[in-house]
């Protein structure tokens, strides 16, 4: 059974820092595209940054490029998310998630996800 536990979301200043991390089980984020989908209230959920399986090609939203970086330990089976420079509109419930194919884009392209972490971001 596959189980992905986010953490390390929190309450930050604007302009602050925050590490959101991925653990999973019973799947190897190395052999499939892992990604971070975040939700606000109100909002659909949208892709925020997308790491490919295998060659670690990396995609990220045009919202946080520059200030999100996406990576993985495989020694740890641990992928992250370093968000920098954060905005109170980056508020919002942040997901792990991961699929089988390569560039996915879409929530349903995702088949195993994590409960969510909450980032809120004050002014």
């Known amino acids: 059974q596959v189980q992905l536990v986010e953490s390390g979301g929190g309450l930050v200043q604007a302009g602050g820092s925050l590490r959101l991390s991925c653990a999973a089980s019973?799947?190897?984020?190395?052999?499939?595209?892992t990604a971070w989908f975040r939700q606000a209230p109100g909002k659909e959920r949208e892709l925020v940054a997308r790491?490919?399986?295998?060659?670690?090609?990396?995609y990220y939203a045009d919202s946080v490029k520059g200030r999100f970086t996406v990576s993985r330990d495989n020694a740890k089976n641990m992928v992250y998310l370093q968000m920098n420079s954060l905005k109170t509109e980056d508020a919002a419930v942040y997901y792990c998630?991961?699929?089988?194919?390569?560039?996915?884009?879409?929530?349903?392209?995702?088949?195993?996800w994590g409960q969510g972490t909450q980032v809120t971001v004050s002014s």
């Open positions: 998630a991961t699929g089988r194919g390569l560039f996915l884009y879409r929530v349903n392209d995702y088949d195993y």
């Open positions: 019973g799947r190897t984020f190395s052999t499939y595209t």
């Open positions: 790491l490919t399986r295998l060659n670690g090609e990396t």
